[in-house]
């Protein structure tokens, strides 16, 4: 059922910092910063020849990022996004699989504008899932 690893994401407690450690350690072509209200996090897109590192810094006081940098002081990898064809499907035999979703289960518009849900973490061994639908 799942397609291309989309990106994985890292929360950074200093975005600027971050963004210059993949610039100009890793030479990587960086994006400038995207505020993404909707899921409060700010955003530098990495872009890597097969995938995107997606470089997350908490938006606003509600940042679902935040506990997890209260946490993770020195920021690391949050989330990792697979690509699905059909988003509900993907959702409805996740469910029927007995998986959980996060949220109301409806899908949410991500970060490049595409259905997305979020998975729980104790279902993936310790993972938090993003699925996109691309
Ligand atoms: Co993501």
């Known amino acids: 059922m799942i397609g291309r690893l989309n990106h994985v994401a890292i929360a950074v407690p200093d975005l600027e910092a971050a963004t210059a450690t993949y610039k100009n350690a890793l030479g990587a072509e960086v994006s400038e910063p995207h505020d993404v209200p909707e899921h409060g996090v700010t955003v530098v897109f990495v872009n890597l020849p097969n995938t995107k590192v997606e470089l997350l810094h908490p938006l606003g006081d509600k940042s679902p990022i935040a506990k997890f940098l209260e946490n993770n002081a020195g920021g690391g990898i949050h989330h990792v996004c697979y690509e699905v064809k059909d ?6 035999k996740l469910k029927s699989e007995g998986m959980r ?16 849900l979020f998975l729980h973490p104790k279902d993936f061994v310790g993972t938090l899932v993003e699925l996109e639908q691309a």
């Open 101 to 116: 979703v996060l949220g109301n289960g409806d899908p949410k518009i991500g970060a490049h504008g595409n259905p997305v």
């Open 87 to 92: 988003i509900l499907a993907a959702r409805d």
